[in-house]
């Protein structure tokens, strides 16, 4: 019912930014919780960032936290992941996930039962 198109990965530099959009489509957007993950090549899912229905609440991973700033505009059925002082340990395939509920439910459960886009890949070089 939701389909989730991830957009803006690709290479760049140590230090430097991107800006990730999910664009989102079928069901209602604001009524989804929103999150981002990423998966690196050999290593876990690991959660990034979250953000509530109404976009009031955000969550972030302590690796990432004051470099990543989730948000979202319902109106415009999009959620971003604004990515600054990228480290080459951020390379990963960053994944997009909704789903309904309580935000931290889609973080404790690692996006388990939400709906993923295709992922879009990010290689921070050094």
């Known amino acids: 019912q939701v389909q989730l198109v991830e957009s803006g990965g690709g290479p760049v530099q140590a230090g430097g930014s991107l800006r990730l959009s999910c664009a989102a489509s079928?069901?209602?957007?604001?009524?989804?919780?929103m999150g981002w993950f990423r998966q690196a090549p050999g290593k876990e899912r690991e959660f990034v960032a979250a953000?509530?229905?109404?976009?009031?609440?955000?969550y972030y991973a302590d690796s990432v936290k004051g470099r990543f700033t989730i948000s979202r505009d319902n109106d415009k059925n999009t959620v971003y992941l604004q990515m600054n002082s990228l480290e080459p340990e951020d390379t990963a395939v960053y994944y997009c996930?909704?789903?309904?509920?309580?935000?931290?439910?889609?973080?404790?459960?690692?996006?388990?039962?939400?709906?993923w886009g295709q992922g879009t890949q990010v290689t921070v070089s050094s």
């Open positions: 953000i509530s229905w109404s976009g009031g609440s955000t």
């Open positions: 996930a909704a789903k309904g509920g309580d935000t931290v439910v889609l973080v404790t459960t690692m996006g388990r039962g939400a709906y």
């Open positions: 079928g069901r209602t957007f604001s009524s989804y919780a």
